[in-house]
């Protein structure tokens, strides 16, 4: 058990701030996490395993930004995205490897 931040978490592995997330439960900034479910910033996220703030997110299915993204490998923000289906931006991308730079 792990009270952080005025939250209670409960966790099998758990590094906050842009660092590897590997949860049970996980109650963060208010939104409720269980890593089969995650709400963060209004968004519904379910994840195998999440590295929050531009790293790696590796997902069954995420929500964020309001861009439905079905991923195997995800990195945000111009950077490499390895996905079945990447709907970001408003543009659909089915790729095998997709490298975003005003694309």
Do not use: A, C, S, Y
Not at 4 to 23: A, Q, Y
Not at 54 to 78: A, E, F, I, P, S
Request: hydrophobic fraction near 40%; avoid cysteine; proline fraction near 0%.
């Amino acid at each position: 058990m792990d009270v952080r931040l005025d939250k209670l978490v409960v966790t099998g592995m758990d590094v906050r701030l842009g660092k590897l997330v590997d949860t049970k439960m996980d109650v963060r900034l208010d939104k409720l996490v269980d890593t089969g479910m995650d709400r963060r910033l209004d968004k519904l996220v379910n994840t195998g395993m999440d590295v929050r703030l531009d790293k790696l997110v590796d997902t069954g299915m995420d929500v964020r930004l309001d861009k439905l993204v079905d991923t195997g490998m995800d990195r945000r923000l111009d950077k490499l995205v390895n996905t079945e289906m990447d709907r970001r931006l408003g543009k659909l991308v089915k790729t095998e490897i997709d490298v975003r730079l005003d694309t």
